[in-house]
């Protein structure tokens, strides 16, 4: 059984790739009021994607796109990752025995817990998947 908080909201933004737009975007997410707990800037020539995890990602979303912003949901998991070598294999090695591709991640860390954030095409089946193999999944509740 699938808890609820298993499968986390990434909220992805769009950001033109110009000098000042990152700030201007930062700018809009303060005003809106909100909080970014893990992020990621990737970028290709004409834009970049601000990916992040936010408090209540689905308030955030609304705020953010009442100011004009391109943003968009997607669903992802977080696994537990300690800090020592090995950790990251057997996350991965875990997925990908099962035929679940990672199409990208990127690491958070509190003062509580560091994990790895990922995208990939099934995230019930990798919450899942995870948890048989005793891997820790990081839950919204958590973070």
Known sequence: MMADDEILTQLSIFV????????????????????MKACNLAESNEFGILRAIVDDPDDAYERIKSKGLIVRKTDIVGISIDNV????????????????????????????REGLFIRVDDPMKAAEVLKSAGIDIIRRSEI
């Open 16 to 35: 033109n790739n110009e000098p000042g737009r990152l700030a201007a975007v930062a700018g809009i997410l303060k005003e809106c009021g909100v909080n």
């Open 85 to 112: 070598p090995g950790s990251l294999f057997e996350a991965a090695d875990v997925l990908g025995k099962a035929g679940i591709n990672i199409d990208y991640g990127y690491a958070y860390a509190s003062k509580d």
